[in-house]
């Protein structure tokens, strides 16, 4: 029986190291830290380990940064021009104070302050059953129909009663994006992108790969493992050009 297990342990590791296997997610993976934050929260309220109101405002940026990752595509330069925006303004509203004594942005400031919620655990312990439960069936989903296997030979997309999507190797550039600076930070996701041999034809962009830079690397390390030849490059290369002609034939 010991011999079984490590010769099929064995094995594993040995078909590891020629294939790369990784799961597409929709948006609702980025809603974890809203789950999480739930479970955390209520073991920290209920032994009073924090003030509701601390607790309150976690919990209620937690929910503003999901829903600004699930709702919005913020790019990385994007992100950044907002910071600037936000930071020149809040300059901005110090100096009209200490300068002009125009305090009305500060009294909006002193009226969130003054709000002073109150955490609730049942209620942030019960969103965070229901989402876990949606959580486990959108990850169950994921493992039926978003499963994809990149070999030296072929990239192969598996979907559960449908005809698999598989595309022969060739000559093929593997590029990665982060079209969204939220994903990237809470999961480090982003798109895998697959481009003919001349790096101009897209031929499939994979979304919200989660761990991201780590798919690449170990992408990167099983098509460096076979070359391709000039032959083939030549072949892809005329392939593509001919589709460009009938697509504008058409």
């Not at 002073?116 to 989903?141: E, K, N, T």
Request: hydrophobic letters at 50%.
């Amino acid at each position: 029986m010991a011999k079984w297990v490590a010769r099929k342990i064995s094995q594993v590791q040995e078909r590891r190291k020629h294939e790369v296997v990784f799961y597409t997610y929709p948006k609702f993976l980025f809603c974890w830290p809203l789950i999480f934050m739930g479970f955390l929260l209520w073991l920290l309220d209920r032994q009073q380990w924090a003030s509701p109101e601390t607790l309150a405002w976690i919990w209620g940026i937690t929910l503003i940064v999901v829903v600004i990752t699930m709702g919005i595509d913020l790019n990385r330069n994007f992100t950044v021009f907002w910071l600037v925006v936000i930071g020149g303004f809040w300059i901005l509203v110090l100096w009209l104070r200490d300068v002009k004594s125009i305090r009305i942005f500060s009294r909006i400031y002193d009226l969130l302050v003054n709000l002073d919620p109150a955490y609730s655990r049942s209620l942030g312990l019960m969103v965070s059953i229901v989402l876990l439960v949606l959580f486990f069936i959108m990850w169950l989903g994921t493992r039926i129909n978003s499963k994809w296997r990149i070999t030296h030979n072929e990239f192969e997309h598996y979907q559960f009663g449908r005809m698999d999507d598989s595309l022969a190797r060739g000559a093929k550039r593997v590029r990665t994006s982060y079209p969204d600076f939220f994903e990237l930070l809470l999961c480090l996701s982003g798109d895998l992108i697959i481009f003919d041999s001349t790096g101009r034809k897209e031929l499939r962009r994979i979304p919200h790969v989660p761990m991201l830079p780590l798919v690449r690397r170990r992408i990167d390390g099983i098509l460096e493992t076979t070359s391709i030849t000039v032959g083939e490059i030549e072949d892809e290369v005329e392939a593509v050009e001919t589709n460009d002609e009938a697509d504008r034939g058409i």
